[in-house]
């Protein structure tokens, strides 16, 4: 096993990361705030692409939902986007003209699991009414139509709205077997369809890991050549929205961002927001204290099960993972895998399946948990490879140990 110096741990800890910067000074904000009062005045002057049958307050009283409630997403909603409270204003202010962007969401090949999530519940929440008050051109899951009556309204939204909607895409692209995905008399492929549909939109938003990085489809051996939205579309903004389903609230988040400032949220490298994917799972876990201290489950019904300890050892990928589930969760925040005992599977990340997605440690990675000793342990002997990957999650080892250094420094001088 090989050591490093403490300097090379400060390295480590000092790199760039994914992270927003929040801190961005009072002009920076002065001047996004101008810039989105400017954009709402404008989609207000528009015309609404369809008139909605009721208004966005009374679509809340008809499903008994307070102004209470609303203000609570409106608050959430804009500490999501990271963005300071005295936006919230025009973030609520932003639901009242949610009908002047059209949307087209298709499907390829999938399994509907992101439609789904968004459709689950008896009771909606805030985050499923925006996205049923937005003006809904196309989506196969949801429209009564079919057969020509189908193409036919999407070919008139694709006119109508041309260069002005937003594409969502659901499922991944069979490019190995286009025959696998065909749809429509003329048996259009399904690169042809997307390619098509993105080519006339302002934008193309990848919902899922499937349309995000091929997803399942793509697993080995991925007999249809399952690939991601950004391997097929070029030269268009796209952003991933990826998980397995990914959460309502990150793609109302997206929609929102886009109908205040016309543009897409800032993304990775992996083409996901960084509002929702610059933090790991690992960071903000409700059990991440059990792993700094060593605290591990060794096997299902132990006592560390009982206890609620870390789930690294059962194969939880939190350490290797980037998304929100920890802090914003599922179901208005009820719940999430962790918070019931079950290890993250990694699923919005790529390859997830074939990497992640079993109750196993990785077999091919460095990876070392902190012994039993917890965070007396030095990080100088636990080795490169967790370091490399989980910096974020051994930080407190890493401090430890340099403060350890220095004491020994300090005392050596007085000696």
Known sequence: MQFFSREHLRNVFTKPTNYINTNRGEEYYKALYEKIRKRLDELKAMKPVREADVKFEKMLDMWELSRRDFL????????????????????????EVMN??????????????NSEALLRSATPTIDELI?????????????????????????????????KYLLFVEGSIPVGMPEAFTIGRHAKTGVEHVKHLAEHSAAVIAVGSCACFGGVPAAYPNPTGAVGVMDVVRGKPIVNIPACPANPANITGVVIHYIL????????????????????????????????????VEEWGDEGAKNNFCLYKMGCKGPFTFNNCSIIRYNEGTNWPIGVGRGCIGC????????????????????????????????????????????????????????????????????
Not at 376 to 387: A, F, N, P, R, Y
């Open 100 to 113: 002047r962007v059209p949307i087209i969401w298709i499907n390829i090949q999938d399994c509907a699991g």
């Open 348 to 415: 919005s990340e790529p390859d997830f399946w074939d990497k992640y997605a079993t109750e196993r440690p990785l077999a091919a990675s460095d990876i070392r948990p902190p012994g039993l000793t917890g965070v007396e342990s030095t990080v100088d002997e636990i080795g490169l490879g967790i370091l490399t990957a989980t910096a974020i999650g051994i930080g407190v080892h890493a401090v430890a140990s340099l403060v350890a250094g220095k004491k020994e420094e300090s005392q050596d001088k007085e000696v």
């Open 131 to 163: 996205l049923e008050y937005l003006s809904v051109e196309y989506h196969e899951v949801l429209m009564a139509a079919a057969g020509d009556q189908a193409e036919e309204a999407l070919e008139k939204a694709v006119k109508d709205f041309d260069g």
């Open 261 to 296: 400032s016309g543009e897409l949220p800032e993304l990775d490298s992996l083409l996901r927001p960084k509002f929702a994917f610059g933090y790991r799972i690992h960071d903000n876990c409700e059990r991440r204290a059990h792993f700094d201290a060593g605290e591990f």
């Open 72 to 95: 609570k997403w409106v608050s959430a909603t804009t500490a999501l986007l990271m963005l300071p409270p005295s936006f919230e204003p025009l973030v609520a202010e932003a639901t």
